[in-house]
């Protein structure tokens, strides 16, 4: 089993949906999540943080965190063409604040 | 403020060659970490500084690889007799503190022919 597992895509949603990313971790003692965004060719780009359950809203951005079922969710409302890009799960490793497990990442493609 | 730098950008060598990329983290941050990318992957952890040493390096591959960060500040990933099987996007990322979020600079592609 992988340590952090994301559906590979693409997601491919219309210009004004909503985008919903998924993301599921091994280790239960993992304490810190990331979403990172990564344009082709690019490196990638912190876009979100969530340390506690429930949810944590920026701008169009949510992510949603449930440690009972191992799972972290990111939302993107208004989805706009700039957003097509890989998006990337991050998690700590257990107690390792600093060690981080990523996903292979969601490909989304928003389609103006 | 500047963000994390990583030079060169891009690196084509040869099998059996020495290489060395260089990381310069965000000012202030104490915390510094290489990152190795493979096309379609996540980044891959490879060692982590705290300050001058390094406080994790079990992410290495093989003994071929190296990073030193003498100041505590600037870092040097050096890998000795290149493979092909060592062509990625090594990425460097640092952070106010280990407990804090990090941020990742460019990236270097090397490609080893």
């Known amino acids: 089993q992988k340590e952090v597992e994301q559906n590979s895509g693409p997601l491919s949603v219309p210009e004004g949906a909503i985008a919903s990313l998924n993301c599921t971790y091994s280790d239960r003692g993992s304490q810190s999540f990331f979403w990172y965004r990564q344009y082709s060719g690019k490196s990638p780009e912190l876009i979100m943080f969530i340390y506690s359950n429930g949810d944590k809203e920026d701008g169009r951005f949510t992510a949603q965190l449930n440690k009972a079922s191992q799972y972290v969710s990111l939302l993107i409302r208004d989805s706009q063409p700039s957003d097509s890009a890989t998006y990337l799960c991050?998690?700590?490793?257990?107690?390792?604040?600093?060690?981080?497990?990523f996903g292979a990442g969601t490909t989304v493609t928003v389609r103006a | 403020g500047a963000g994390v730098s990583q030079t060169p950008s891009n690196k084509v060598t040869e099998k059996g060659k020495y290489v060395e990329l260089r990381c310069d983290p965000i000012s202030g941050h104490t915390a510094l970490y290489w990152y190795r990318q493979s096309l379609g992957q996540g980044p891959e952890f490879l060692i982590y500084f705290q300050g001058t040493g390094a406080a994790d390096d079990s992410g290495l591959p093989n003994d071929r690889f190296f990073a030193v960060r003498p100041e505590g500040s600037v870092s040097t990933l050096k890998i000795q007799r290149t493979e092909r099987g060592d062509s990625a996007v090594y990425l460097c990322?640092?952070?106010?503190?280990?407990?804090?979020?990090?941020?990742f600079g460019p990236g270097t592609r090397l490609t080893v022919t």
């Open positions: 990322a640092s952070s106010l503190t280990a407990r804090d979020e990090q941020y």
């Open positions: 991050a998690v700590n490793m257990g107690s390792n604040d600093y060690k981080l497990s």
